[in-house]
């Protein structure tokens, strides 16, 4: 089997931070946003996605650079904040004793996907099984991120695990044909997220990576 997981809110703590840097851009705009209503209207989005859509709900025009300027304030945030999710790192090494094949699916850009998991110390796990949606047509919810890691894996994705954290990637993991269990560990995720999960198609939802481990290791799972 192969295991795809998420790389934001699952292997790295990351989306609150992206959502606390978007509230901070926002406000150049003239509008205020507490960073966990953004997190949980747009975890697992691309972010061109989400200010696109910002930009229309709040009828403004995004300025040439924006996206540079917003990716280099994540960085630099990244540099002192970031790291990765309790576990997440074991629970990678046991799926591999194990016997299973993992990857990452994400909907951050490939550059930034590779810098955030080299910085949480996590990338040496993977090598160069690591997908980004810059690299398909469409982001997530559509399932062209999670096709196309099988494909570069040479798995069925009817053979395929996804571990998600949002609305978005999970719906997009079952459109793909996949099975998906839900994590619920991160910083970003709120008291109602696992029935959101749950909603769009998770068959399990765990709120700890050993938790998430425990279960893998006693469970044969296909898609429904």
């Known amino acids: 089997m192969l295991v795809i997981f998420d790389c934001d809110g699952v292997l790295i703590d990351s989306e609150l931070i992206y959502a606390e840097v978007d509230a901070v851009f926002l406000v150049e705009f003239g509008f205020a946003a507490v960073p966990a209503e953004l997190a949980r209207r747009f975890s697992g989005i691309p972010g061109r996605d989400v200010w696109r859509v910002l930009a229309d709900?709040?009828?403004?025009?995004?300025?040439?650079?924006?996206?540079?300027?917003?990716?280099e304030a994540s960085h630099q945030r990244f540099a002192a904040d970031l790291a990765a999710i309790a576990g997440a790192a074991?629970?990678?090494?046991?799926?591999?004793?194990?016997?299973?094949?993992?990857?990452?699916?994400?909907?951050?850009?490939?550059?930034?996907?590779?810098?955030?998991?080299?910085t949480a110390g996590l990338i040496d796990l993977f090598g160069p099984s690591v997908f980004s949606a810059s690299q398909v047509k469409r982001g997530k919810p559509a399932p062209d991120v999670f096709l196309f890691a099988a494909s570069q894996m040479g798995v069925d994705p009817a053979d395929c695990l996804v571990i998600e954290d949002s609305v978005a990637g999970t719906t997009a993991a079952r459109r793909a044909g996949m099975a998906v269990v839900g994590f619920t560990g991160g910083a970003h995720a709120d008291v109602e997220l696992g029935h959101r999960l749950r909603a769009a198609g998770a068959h399990e939802v765990?709120?700890?990576?050993?938790?998430?481990a425990e279960w893998l290791g006693a469970t044969a799972i296909a898609p429904a």
Not at 58 to 70: K, Q, S, V, Y
Not at 91 to 114: D, F, K, P, Q, W
Not at 206 to 212: C, I, N
């Open 57 to 71: 709900d709040h009828g403004f025009a995004i300025p040439d650079g924006h996206f540079e300027r917003l990716r």
């Open 90 to 118: 074991d629970t990678v090494r046991a799926l591999g004793a194990m016997g299973h094949e993992t990857c990452v699916a994400s909907s951050t850009g490939l550059e930034s996907l590779r810098r955030n998991l080299t």
């Open 206 to 212: 765990h709120p700890t990576m050993l938790g998430l």
